[in-house]
């Protein structure tokens, strides 16, 4: 309902409520409460003698906006993590691009056990996958969320990004959007694979450590998490869909940060130190020490030195 009446409201300048009753089939004092409620999420709608107005819309990723998509989408003013609720939804059997959104999260969390700072006006999200492809291959899903994100920063703010390995989207160093994924498997069958990421979009990152950016403070063009999460939806289903996984590191080595630097790459348990000088098929990195000997790292976080 709510998505027919912005659908009405965005075609004409002013649009009577006759016209929007007719329309939704409901009677004009259901449009009138459903018009209520859109002011209260926010939607500047003006009320007149000649019907109802929409002035300006919020950036809030609410599921009417992903049109025949809505029922995927599991939208939280406030959350936890939107990985525990995916988490639960993925075990339950939800189907793959199931999405849960969240305005803020009290317990974010990003790689490695570290806090995830969800502010308002952050985009935080998770999305439920469940691909068919060798299990060896599952790191690829990361890389190329990373490259379709930056992808879709560029067409849409004229953002250009570049990539930390594995999955950092960063500018000038600054950390635009992180990816963390959670998955299950048994023996080579993928069962889910939760997606986890965080952008930072209109989210106020200048305590945040390490040093972070967010997309408004890098565009002029008028920002919405909304269209961010449907453009990287749209393009990152389309990819998954057409399984192409020889395509990905390719297109990650053109955007990335990481190659050719000094870096030190921590896992749960090491820390490995040396030159990044290529990406392995599997998406593993690979290091050469001073000594020239070469070693390949699966997971990890990473630090340009
Ligand atoms: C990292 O860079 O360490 C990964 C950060 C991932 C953050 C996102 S925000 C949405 C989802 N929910 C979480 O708790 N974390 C991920």
């Known amino acids: 309902m709510k998505a027919e009446i912005i659908a009405q409201l965005r075609c004409a300048d002013v649009v009577s409520g006759e016209r929007l009753s007719q329309a939704l089939g409901v009677s004009r004092v259901a449009v009138w409460k459903h018009i209520r409620q859109m002011q209260e999420l926010g939607y500047k709608i003006e009320a007149g003698s000649k019907g109802y107005r929409l002035r300006s819309a919020p950036d809030t990723p609410f599921p009417w906006v992903f049109g025949q998509h809505a029922d995927q989408v599991h939208y939280y003013p ?9 988490m639960d939804l ?11 959104v969240a305005d803020r999260q009290t317990k974010g969390r990003g790689r490695l056990q570290r806090t ?3 502010m308002l006006g952050g985009l935080y999200f998770t999305m439920v996958l469940r691909p068919r492809m060798p299990l060896v291959l599952a790191p690829l899903i990361n890389l190329a969320a990373a490259v379709d994100l930056a992808i879709i920063l560029e067409a849409l703010y004229g953002i250009q ?16 959007a992180g990816i963390l994924s959670q998955m299950a498997a048994e023996t080579d069958r993928i069962d889910y694979v939760n997606l986890g990421i965080g952008v930072n979009v ?13 997309v408004c403070q890098l565009t002029d063009r008028p ?16 990819r998954l869909r057409a399984g192409r996984w020889t395509d990905v590191v390719p297109q990650w080595k053109a955007q990335a940060a990481t190659l050719g630097r000094l870096v030190k790459v921590q896992t749960l348990y090491d820390v490995f130190e040396g030159r990044a000088v290529d990406v ?21 976080d990473c630090f340009h030195q």
């Open 116 to 118: 995830w700072q969800s």
């Open 161 to 176: 990004a570049r990539l930390k390995w594995p999955n950092d989207v960063l500018v000038e160093d600054r950390k635009l």
């Open 90 to 100: 993925a075990r339950q059997g939800c189907p793959a691009f199931t999405i849960v």
């Open 280 to 300: 392995e098929e599997n998406g593993g990195l690979i290091l050469e020490k001073e000594d020239g000997r070469r070693l390949t790292v699966v997971y990890g």
């Open 202 to 214: 209109h989210n106020d990152t200048r305590q945040v450590q390490p040093p972070a950016v967010s």
């Open 78 to 86: 406030e959350i936890s993590s939107t990985m525990d609720v995916a």
């Open 223 to 238: 920002v919405s998490r909304a269209d961010i999460l449907a453009h990287f939806w749209e393009r990152f289903e389309q």
